[in-house]
T-cell receptor, first 114, second 114 residues
């Protein structure tokens, strides 16, 4: 079965650079979620989109922005990167509005800021 | 707000031992409850879920029962294997549209010794 695809899988950036992470949800899934997992930490919710509109917002820095496109893929844009942004970034997708469904996670993008 | 309190780790058991990982939650509504597993270097995989009180989720020999009266969702397995070594996250989501983000516990690292 198709799963959530994230690219790139690994990314190395310098401080103050920008990064773009991409997420391709499971076909027919209409909702995308982004989470950040620091080393040894639990995943923290950043932001979500339903039908290309932002549906919820968590602890996402103002330096980060995201959007969902007409084909339902999503991109997380990160600017002025800081050392503390080094983490594993997960995308998850789900289906079935109005009732919530299970979120299926991608393999994650490991971002290292030097 | 919603929160999940999970048994502190790490937990080390011998193969074929009985496993319990405690999880309790605080939520304002009627959340759905999940256990996710993260194997080394991999993403989060859904292990099991329960969406209403007294539901029992089960998968791969793991079980958890949604106990509203004790606000708990403890994970159990009767006989663990070396391949069960991973980090286990308890999580909840609020099934209200626009608020389905997952709130995770801190994770429990499980190591099974042959």
């Amino acid at each position: 079965a198709a799963g959530v695809i994230q690219s790139p899988r690994h990314l190395i950036k310098e401080k103050r650079e920008t990064a773009t992470l991409k997420c391709y949800p499971i076909p027919r899934h209409d909702t995308v979620y982004w989470y950040q997992q620091g080393p040894g930490q639990d995943p923290q919710f950043l932001i979500s989109f339903y039908e290309k509109m932002q549906s919820d917002k968590g602890s996402i820095p103002d330096r980060f922005s995201a959007q969902q496109f007409s084909d339902y893929h999503s991109e997380l844009n990160m600017s002025s990167l800081e050392l503390g942004d080094s983490a594993l970034y997960f995308c998850a997708s789900s289906q079935d509005y109005p009732s919530t469904d299970t979120q299926y996670f991608g393999p994650g993008t490991r971002l290292t800021v030097l | 707000g919603n929160s999940v309190t999970q048994m502190e780790g790490p937990v080390t058991l011998s193969e074929e031992a009985f496993l319990t990982i405690n999880c309790t939650y605080t939520a304002t509504g009627y959340p759905s409850l999940f256990w996710y597993v993260q194997y080394p270097g991999e993403g989060l995989q859904l292990l099991l879920k329960a969406t209403k009180a007294d539901d029992k989720g089960s998968n791969k020999g793991f079980e958890a029962t949604y106990r509203k009266e004790t606000t708990s969702f403890h994970l159990e397995k009767g006989s663990v294997q070396v391949s069960d070594s991973a980090v286990y996250f308890c999580a909840l989501s609020d099934p209200v549209r626009g608020n389905e983000k997952l709130t995770f516990g801190t994770g429990t690292r499980l190591t099974i010794i042959p």
